[in-house]
């Protein structure tokens, strides 16, 4: 079915042309051309930019799907909304209006693009798992007033496959309060209730675990010291995201929080309480990861509670516990995922910005040989205090690091997923998708923690903002830009294990060398991505002989 778009935009001298996903359109600033070309394996989404310049003038936008024979490859385009940033995160940022918000779009809803905010469409192609390789064609037109410009769109769909569920593990946190607040919900309404799944299917579709949700812990009573706990509650919550029913790509929760409650009250009520989560996930045949997050950051004086916490857990055990922390000798044995900040793997000359700093081998090296290594960002990434630091030196330590901020180059919003494979991490962290809220009007401004993002990776879509249409999550740029990164892993992961590692190894260091060496040429991502899928085709075509099946030209 054909999307026809109505986008009330700006025109200028100078026509519209496909961008760079890796291009952040901001106003006064015409983008470079590219090709309508897109690669993607089966189990891969990729997008492009379209850019219309102003000035202003009725405009319409026909996405018609791709086709290769009787197949076709569907084109979801939505509209990149803007929103204003007034202080910088570092001086890699600026003031002003930066796109973030990706807009839903819809034959009888008029979008305004004011001459300060750039008409641009985000085009994404899906390719399920089941579709057939080949090379798909069709065009985008658009409607200028009385005139059209056809432009040619092509994409190949390669005969590799990447898995629905991210190989990496990672735990992004997501509140049912945060989002029932953002929308002027009650949380307690089963409104607000399919909305938090709304937003977990959203993120999964996005290759990220959620962690937190409702947050509700199993009502439990106690039996001769055992739990009795009553999963019906949580199973209708999660269970969908553990068996790989929610989506239709079969996606699975990579990891699993295990949550405490307050009617445990004695150490060994909160350890039957715990092994009665881990009992009752091997019962169901979840494969996710069970963790306890144990007290976040702590400091020296919260170590008698990390030491306790972990005592208790692995009283249970089978479930990790998880400690947000730099190598502390302190804590060392407390920890069955060690998860330090992204600066504390990276040495680098100038001020310190984690106290404890070495590589993922020397980390390894001094921790026990079951503990697993996860990292996570912070303001560390950025200057936890909001715009260019007066100190030079410091202002060098805190750029250049791979970054979920909105206004920061969108290369820098992907690395972690090559930057994962680079470093050999476990897994990835990260506090919050939906922080600002509870604390702000995101539309107006997504700072916090002396950053323009974080925590905050999707935006509340109110029937108000959506001009009457139902309550649904908006996604964001650098939620895509995150999801390619680790589709990026994807491809590094299944090139070494096709027998290439050096290869994988040789393409993750062109990208990004250190956490706080990453590429910001959108030209070397391509290049890399290209690079890789032609090792990947030749391989996967080799390995496929082999084993005498039908390879697909």
Not at 11 to 23: D, E, K, N, Q, R
Not at 157 to 169: G, N
Not at 174 to 192: F, N, Q, R, Y
Not at 330 to 348: G, H, K, V, Y
Request: glycine content about 8%.
């Amino acid at each position: 079915m054909a999307a026809a778009l109505f986008l009330a935009a700006v025109l200028a001298a100078g026509a519209p042309h496909f961008v760079s996903p890796l291009v952040k359109v901001r106003p006064g600033k015409a983008p470079a051309h590219v090709s309508g070309e897109l690669s993607l394996a089966r189990g891969e989404c990729e997008g492009l930019q379209l850019y219309v310049p102003p000035p202003a003038e009725e405009v319409w936008v026909e996405a018609q799907p791709l086709r290769s024979g009787q197949d076709t490859l569907a084109v979801t385009p939505f509209q990149v909304g803007y929103v204003p940033v007034t202080t910088p995160s570092n001086a890699m940022g600026a003031t002003g209006a930066w796109p973030d918000p990706l807009l839903p779009l819809s034959r009888d809803r008029a979008l305004r693009s004011r001459p300060e905010r750039p008409a641009v469409l985000y085009l994404e192609l899906c390719a399920p798992e089941r579709q057939k390789p080949g090379r798909y064609q069709g065009t985008v037109r658009v409607y200028l007033g009385t005139r059209a410009k056809e432009l040619p769109l092509r994409a190949t769909v390669h005969p590799f496959a990447l898995p629905a569920t991210s190989s990496l593990p990672n735990s992004f946190g997501v509140s049912l309060h945060s989002i029932a607040k953002g929308h002027g919900l009650d949380a307690s309404t089963p409104e607000a209730r399919a909305l938090l799944h709304a937003y977990v299917r959203e993120l999964l579709a996005h290759r990220v675990t959620p962690h937190g949700m409702s947050m509700e812990a199993p009502p439990v009573r106690f039996e001769s010291g055992r739990a009795r706990v009553d999963f019906r509650a949580y199973d209708e919550e999660v269970g969908p995201y553990l068996d790989g029913t929610a989506l239709p790509s079969g996606a699975r929760f990579t990891t699993l929080d295990v949550r405490d409650s307050k009617e445990a009250r004695t150490d060994e009520e909160k350890a039957a309480y715990y092994r009665a989560f881990r009992e009752h996930a091997l019962e169901k045949g979840w494969r996710a990861q069970l963790f306890f997050y144990a007290k976040d950051e702590p400091r020296p004086e919260d170590v008698p509670l990390v030491l306790q916490q972990a005592a208790r857990v692995r009283r249970a055990g089978g479930i990790s516990v998880l400690v947000t922390s730099p190598l502390e000798e302190s804590l060392r044995e407390a920890a069955d995922i060690l998860t330090p900040p992204l600066n504390c793997f990276f040495p680098r000359a100038g001020p310190p910005t984690c106290r404890n700093p070495m590589s993922t081998a020397s980390l390894r090296g001094r921790l026990p040989s079951a503990t697993r290594v996860f990292w996570y960002q912070s303001c560390l990434a950025h200057g936890c205090t909001g715009g260019p630091a007066a100190d030079p030196a410091v202002e060098r330590a805190f750029s250049g690091w791979a970054s979920y901020m909105v206004d920061h180059p969108a290369p820098l919003n992907r690395a972690m997923g090559p930057l994962a494979w680079r470093a050999q991490v476990d897994g990835e962290l990260y506090f919050d998708t939906v922080h600002a809220f509870g604390t702000q009007d995101p539309w107006e401004g997504v700072f916090a923690f002396g950053g323009n993002g974080d925590g905050t990776l999707l935006y509340p879509g109110t029937p108000a903002r959506l001009k009457g249409a139902a309550h649904q999550p908006v996604v964001s740029l650098r939620l895509k830009h995150l999801r390619d990164g680790l589709e990026d892993y994807e491809y590094l992961r299944l090139l070494a294990e096709l027998g290439d590692r050096a290869g994988a190894d040789a393409l993750a260091a062109r990208l990004a060398p250190t956490g706080f060496q990453v590429s910001q040429d959108p030209v070397v991502w391509t290049q890399v991505r290209a690079e890789a899928t032609r090792r990947l085709n030749a391989r996967w075509r080799a390995t496929e002989s082999r084993r005498g099946a039908p390879v697909p030209k």
